[in-house]
């Protein structure tokens, strides 16, 4: 009886009876180039907003995505020609002001990217997109709300790095542990204590010794590849700043 009674109500349901917000996805896609920590933006085509600088993203669809990830991955393609990288959702935000067609959803994702490997396809749907420093990014009246996803996307990969591995996905496959932790620094915005840091990454076999070096400065120096299928591994304690360093 209740079965029959739950299948008649949702046979007459009419999900246009009510408002629906504008639901997107937006992505804090970064990558390190020139010693700098840089995120890639796109220049808006269309209004609102045309002409400004903006996060990657766009719209759910209904019909073609199975879940938000889905979406992610969709425009992600659609907007710039990547190829499936490594997402991971931030935050959802919503608000009645952050988009002047209406009440507003976004779920926010980020992404780390090789930058060597980065390889643009130019489609029609393919918007101008430029790789610009974190701080340039800042400077930049960005469309919508997208200063402040940025700095929300920033914060949680400033905060994985100190406890993940996430940061070698920056890196070749093979590279020394200096290379390592400059890439660490720049993402962190800190200096790392070196001998604190080696131990770091081989006490938790989060790098494998190769039979291979390079030469850095007047010596070889040992070359290392990442030991584990995931990016997302998680160190036993959070990386920790040197004393005279740590950020007020």
Known sequence: MTLNAEQEFLSSYNKKDFDAPLFTVDMAIFSVDAGQLQVLLIKRSNFPQKDKWALPGGFVDLTQDADLMASAHRKLVEKTGLQSPHLEQVATVGNATRDPRGWAVTALYFALIDFK????????????????????????????????????????????????????????????????????????????EKKSFRRRMIEAGAVEETNQSKIAGKRPAQLYKYAFESYDFHFPRILEYPRDLNPS
């Open 117 to 192: 490997e980065f390889q643009q396809v130019a489609t029609e749907q393919t918007e101008h997109s430029e790789w610009v420093s974190i701080s340039e990014a800042k400077k930049r009246d960005l469309a919508f709300d997208h200063l402040q996803l940025l700095e929300m996307a920033i914060d949680r990969l400033s905060r994985k790095a100190r406890y993940t591995a996430l940061p070698v996905s920056l890196m070749p496959k093979l590279f020394t542990l200096t290379e390592l932790q400059q890439i660490y620094e720049i993402i962190l915005g800190q200096s790392l």
